[in-house]
């Protein structure tokens, strides 16, 4: 038996690459050495309104108002650790209601949806009233839950006109919900979805919505231009 050997010449593109810049991606949850900070457990001088979120055991507790960032962004990846309150209180959208908003615009539902039936494109994880989650991925009730979210912003014309919509990614406990879902403009309860030309960078947002929803371990990368090669 005579074995010979397939020689086959490699496939090279002939393009120069740059090489992709080293970041430490930190503990398991993050952050890498390349992300912003927004909440490392001890303060919430990064948000507007922070003051009136209690401080304790390396989380805050929601209270009295929303929070705002003073910074403002766009396209970015997002980590947000958060846990619906202990003691079951309320149904529906009344327990551990809170949301996530890109640009203070574009929703992503935080309630507890362990065993609490609601309107399916507002239980956690969904695009508020534009598309529910692809699975309910929720923990119990008091347990920390994760939300990483890869948010592309939309773009705008001089004259108001989306140009490109915006697009949202989100893992929700390391689970994909949502997958490049397209946004159809801005998330509201009263109204249905719709674009209004806006800036580039706008502050995030996190919901009071009357629940004592906790959260820890806030942090956003900015999102950096794809590596481009010098082609041959």
Known sequence: LVVRAAFVDEYKSGINWTEPKVIDPGPVGGPPSDAIVLFDGKDLSQWQGGEKWPIQDGYVTSK???????????????????????????????????????M???EVQILDSFDNETYFDGQCGAIYKQQPPTVN???KPGEWQTYDILFTAPRFAEDGQVEKPGYVT???NGVAVHNHFELQGSTSYTEPPKYSKHADKLPLHIQF??????????????AVAPIVGKKP
């Open 64 to 102: 009295g108002g929303g929070i705002t960032t003073k910074a403002g962004f766009g396209d970015c990846q997002l980590h947000v650790e958060w846990a619906a309150p202990d003691e079951v209180k309320g149904s529906g959208q009344g327990r551990g209601n809170s949301g996530v908003y890109l």
């Open 104 to 106: 203070g615009k574009y």
């Open 137 to 139: 991925a929720c923990r």
């Open 170 to 172: 989100v893992l929700h």
């Open 209 to 222: 919505h009357g629940n004592a929803t906790r959260f820890r371990n806030i942090w956003v990368r900015e």
